[in-house]
């Protein structure tokens, strides 16, 4: 199983970036997909989660209504719109795979992508 980060990159406060992780190396049919972020110094922190079969969504409360989770099932990719940044946004962004539905815990995910850097200037 691979998952593959990319968008990340700079960005003013108040701008939007689209993060995408492709994913491949099984049937993903089963499986939820989540972002998280790691600020410096910090823990890895949940941002949000999808089921990859209904595209049931959910949301850490610190993005909810800024940061939209989709999925393309053609292209086994999921995608992390992220508007209304802020520098507190600033991180790496990474990818996660596990079975069934998201949830908060770093430790509930199999499989993680390497990560992309996000910076969000003030």
């Known amino acids: 199983v691979q998952l593959v980060e990319s968008g990340g990159g700079l960005v003013q406060a108040g701008g939007s970036l689209r993060l995408s992780c492709a994913a491949s190396g099984r049937s993903f049919s089963s499986s939820a997909m989540a972002w998280f972020r790691q600020a410096p110094g910090k823990e890895r922190e949940f941002l949000a989660g999808?089921?990859?079969?209904?595209?049931?969504?959910y949301y850490a409360n610190s993005v909810k209504g800024r940061f939209t989770i989709s999925t393309d099932h053609a292209k086994n990719t999921v995608y992390l719109q992220m508007n209304s940044l802020k520098p507190e946004d600033t991180g790496v962004y990474y990818c996660?795979?596990?079975?069934?539905?998201?949830?908060?815990?770093?430790?509930?995910?199999?499989?993680w992508g390497q990560g992309t850097q996000v910076t969000v200037s003030s």
């Open positions: 999808i089921t990859w079969r209904a595209d049931s969504t």
């Open positions: 996660a795979s596990r079975p069934a539905v998201p949830v908060v815990l770093t430790g509930g995910y199999n499989y």
